[in-house]
């Protein structure tokens, strides 16, 4: 089993939509966990960090759940710019809290 | 701050070739990164540095992998010999804590 696993969509969603994405771990022990977005044939950006309770930033808002082992992102009325590919970190490598990624879920918005 | 710096951003080769892919991190950042982008495979972890030390590179796939930083600007990731399989975007990124990452726009590999 991957550390770190997302549905990798794609999630095709009409602009002004709320969306969801999940990211499940499976290392208890993890500390850090952040989601990326990276643009087609981009490098992944940092989009946000994720507290334990819960942190927004504008139309983005991350969650996370220790109890399910889970992260996830909300985006509030999308925009056709959020259309990326959005990845989850978090976990731990052998005790360094080096996050590792998962997939990557494909978010298309749509006018 | 001019964000990571990778070079060459595209490189074609021919199996066998030696390939060095090189990394400019960011400056103050202690951590410096090579990770490996593959449809099949997602984002791996190659290896990383911390104060130009390698601390893990269990993700280096095999011997013909080397990486080297000799100083806290400077990275190189060097494939020798190349192979098909090798085919895919290496991004180096760094950090100043070893969580969050910064990543370099990447090259793209292409081994014929």
């Known amino acids: 089993r991957k550390e770190v696993e997302q549905d990798p969509g794609p999630f095709n969603v009409p602009e002004g939509a709320t969306v969801a994405f999940n990211c499940t771990y499976s290392n208890s022990a993890s500390q850090s966990f952040f989601w990326y977005r990276q643009d087609c044939r981009k490098e992944p950006k940092l989009l946000m960090s994720v507290y334990s309770s819960g942190n927004e930033d504008g139309r983005f808002t991350a969650q996370l759940n220790r109890a399910s082992q889970y992260i996830s992102l909300l985006i509030r009325d999308s925009k056709l710019s959020d259309s990326a590919t959005y990845l989850c970190?978090?976990?731990?490598?052998?005790?360094?809290?080096?996050?590792?990624f998962g997939r990557g879920t494909s978010l298309i918005v749509h006018p | 701050d001019a964000g990571v710096i990778q070079s060459p951003r595209h490189e074609v080769t021919e199996m066998g070739q030696e390939v060095t892919l090189r990394c400019k991190p960011i400056s103050g950042h202690d951590y410096l990164f090579w990770y490996r982008q593959t449809m099949m495979r997602g984002l791996e972890l190659l290896i990383y540095f911390n104060n130009n030390v390698p601390i893990d590179d269990s993700g280096m796939p095999e011997d013909r992998f080397s990486a080297k930083m000799p100083n806290a600007s400077f990275s190189t990731l060097k494939i020798q010999p190349s192979e098909p399989r090798d085919s895919a975007v290496y991004f180096c990124?760094?950090?100043?804590?070893?969580?969050?990452?910064?990543f370099g726009p990447g090259t793209r590999l292409t081994v014929l």
């Open positions: 970190a978090g976990g731990a490598s052998g005790g360094s809290y080096i996050p590792t």
């Open positions: 990124a760094s950090s100043p804590s070893a969580r969050s990452q910064y």
